[in-house]
């Protein structure tokens, strides 16, 4: 066993004593593909940190309920995948038209084609809904098997396999009429 890996072990059974400073190494371990994940259920930069933020709290208060029944990173994707639906239904219920465009010119300072660039990712991945996008990230930016995807996503396997086809086609056949629109 590697240094690494003994030490992996021993944050996770530190963390699942309760001992914060162990819970922050697991958290600085996954936090990138955890953040990918959430952003691509809620879109927004903004809300990102705040999805986090929370996310992370709750797990912290239920790592005594975590049974060890998938890896701590599976689980930790399954709390953060929750709080940033909820997110989204609360901030649905309180968005106002057009905040979107203004939420993009607000934090863009990079230049006109990188922002155009970003817009038209955004603009593609909208065509997808919630849980396409998700199990998208998760299989094919994240690395997650279709079944670590489906305990994520508390859906059966077979179906993040169709929401991962259905996923691409869609990509593809925008990407494919956004080349024959531009010619």
């Known amino acids: 066993m590697t240094p690494f890996a003994r030490q992996r072990i021993e944050n996770t059974r530190r963390a699942l004593a309760g001992d914060p400073v162990a819970f922050g190494e697991i958290l600085r371990e996954h936090d990138a593909d955890l953040r990918a994940m959430v952003w ?17 709290e709750r797990a912290f208060r239920s790592i005594a309920s975590f049974e060890g029944r998938s890896s701590i990173k599976t689980w930790l994707h399954a709390i953060c995948r929750r709080v940033a639906i909820d997110q989204l239904r609360y901030e649905g219920r309180r968005r106002h038209e057009g905040s979107d465009a203004m939420e993009r010119l607000a934090s863009s300072s990079s ?34 098997t279709n079944a670590d995807a489906a305990e994520i996503m508390n859906i059966p396997e077979g179906t993040i396999a169709s929401k991962v086809h259905r996923a691409r086609n869609k990509l593809v056949h925008a990407r494919t009429k956004l080349a024959t629109d531009s010619q």
């Open 40 to 56: 691509t259920i809620i879109g927004s930069r903004i809300d990102l940190d705040d999805v986090m933020q929370l996310s992370y």
């Open 111 to 144: 230049p006109a084609t990188t922002v155009m660039a970003q817009i038209e990712l955004e603009e593609t991945f909208a065509l997808l809904d919630e849980s396409q996008r998700t199990a998208l990230v998760l299989t094919a930016c994240l690395g997650y």
